[in-house]
């Protein structure tokens, strides 16, 4: 871990899906919940959250439920889920509910669970408790990156993810060749070149109110962040910039 302001987690490094020539996979494909039962009743998770777990093609399991991220390599064989080393987290602070939610999920997927995948709905067994979740692109398909407000979520510095109480207040909309946004604390505008996969910011126009404290190291990361050439993926509510030395991550407001 490498300690930032706000909440920090050590991405991992590539892993190896251990489940070679198998039929259906739910590598390479991210899944959202639909239903939780437990002992055979259904089991309602905190208000707004749902579990998310993301198969990479490099061999993790990135998954949550609703507040913290954790992750870890992970294989698939056999129909079980077994996690290949520790399971590195943010430490965000969350609700009551929310925070026995993330310890819950991480019991869930430490207990070596089953898996079945039947077409684009994957459950998850681990003793009486079975989460059914559906892909994600089925659930939540990919926004359109322009007219949506975009709030701030992470920032990426090298291999590590902050999150700053507070940064849902900075956001960004794409409009053609325009940008508008807030820092949190001053608003700003500029151009923004596009090609495939990639944005290019011109200089940003910001308003001049005076910022100290916890919103002025946001602005300050915002702002670097949003220069010239990086490459862009909408994944969902999720608008990823990336450019040299880390990025930036936003999630859809609603």
């Given at each position: 871990m490498i300690a930032l302001a706000g909440t920090v987690l050590l991405l991992a490094g590539c892993g190896q899906n251990s489940d070679p020539g198998a039929g259906a996979s739910p590598v390479g494909k991210t899944f959202l919940s639909t239903s939780v039962s437990e002992d055979g009743k259904p089991k309602q998770l905190a208000p707004k959250t749902r579990?998310?777990?993301q198969f990479?093609?490099?061999g993790r399991l990135v998954a949550d439920?609703?507040?913290?991220s954790m992750q870890t390599t992970v294989s698939t064989k056999d129909g079980k889920l077994t996690l290949n080393g520790e399971l590195a987290s943010t430490a965000m602070g969350c609700p009551g509910p929310q925070q026995g939610q993330d310890q819950w999920l991480a019991g869930i997927i430490s207990a070596k669970p089953t898996w079945k995948l039947d077409g684009s709905k994957l459950d998850v067994t681990a003793g009486s408790t079975t989460i059914s979740l559906t892909d994600r692109e089925i659930v939540e398909p990919d926004l359109a990156i322009d007219g949506t407000k975009w709030a701030l979520s992470s920032v990426i510095t090298g291999e590590a993810a902050s999150h700053q109480a507070g940064s849902e207040k900075a956001w960004i909309t794409l409009n053609g060749e325009r940008v508008t946004?807030?820092?949190?604390c001053n608003d700003f505008q500029g151009t923004v070149a596009r090609s495939t996969g990639k944005l290019t910011f011109g200089e940003l126009a910001t308003t001049r109110?005076?910022?100290a404290g916890e919103p002025a190291a946001l602005e300050s990361q915002l702002l670097k962040g949003l220069k010239g050439e990086m490459t862009y993926e909408v994944d969902g509510s999720t608008l990823k910039l990336r450019f040299s030395g880390g990025g930036l991550d936003f999630t859809a407001v609603r």
């Open positions: 579990v998310r777990l990479t093609d490099d439920a609703g507040c913290n946004g807030s820092t949190g109110r005076a910022c």
